[in-house]
């Protein structure tokens, strides 16, 4: 949601407030307004309270889209896995945007899955494919081309992102940057085709590294 720097509420008013001044700050209606990381304002208090709290903010994007406002509406969530037991009743979001990417933990992929299994959203999309960045010492010491049909036609930032397309399958996959370059190497990935298998292999990977964990533990 526009607002204040580092900030998160769920408060009607100020949703409202955010969504009108978005609209001056353009110029125009936005495409699609977020409900931003709504987990940070019910991480306390009763269960049915904070059902209510998120349903309450949920209405009110809806309602802005509804009358115009506002394109259309969603919920975009860096980490999901507070959010599963309270969105039973939620109306159903144009877009839900979750992490996506080879730096997702397999809980949080699992979790992101859950709940758009939950909220039906029109379009599922993805966010920070390269976590830290595509400057990431993650990068370094790994080739994510194993992902891909045609590894030899594609640089490792392609790879990267065609793969986030994919964890979890997502319609779209949103990068912020300032350099031209990056994003007509990102879009020209598109043509690239992804290794369901090798993908399907990962994920198996995942869950058994992540049950191994819960185990030690």
Known sequence: MPGRASEHSLEPERLRAAVERAAQDLGREPDVVFLHNPEHSLSAGPEAARCERLAAACHVLEDAASSGVCGSWGISSWDPRPLGALVAG?????????????????????????????????????????????ADAAW???????????????????????????????????????????????VSSLALEVEEDVVGQYRR?????????????
């Open 140 to 186: 370094e010491g790994f080739d994510p081309r194993v992902f891909l049909r045609e590894a030899e036609q594609a640089t490792v930032m392609q790879a990267a992102f065609r793969a986030a397309c994919r964890l979890p399958a997502v319609d779209a996959v949103a990068v912020g940057t300032d350099s031209p370059v990056h994003l007509r190497e990102l």
């Open 205 to 217: 990977l995942l869950r058994e590294a992540a049950g191994r964990s819960e185990a030690r533990q």
């Open 90 to 134: 939620l109306p159903r979001p144009d877009v839900l945007m979750v992490r996506s990417g080879l730096l997702v933990k397999n809980e949080v992929l699992e979790a992101a899955e859950l709940l758009a299994a939950k909220l039906r959203p029109s379009q599922l999309w993805g966010m920070s494919p390269f976590g830290g960045g595509a």
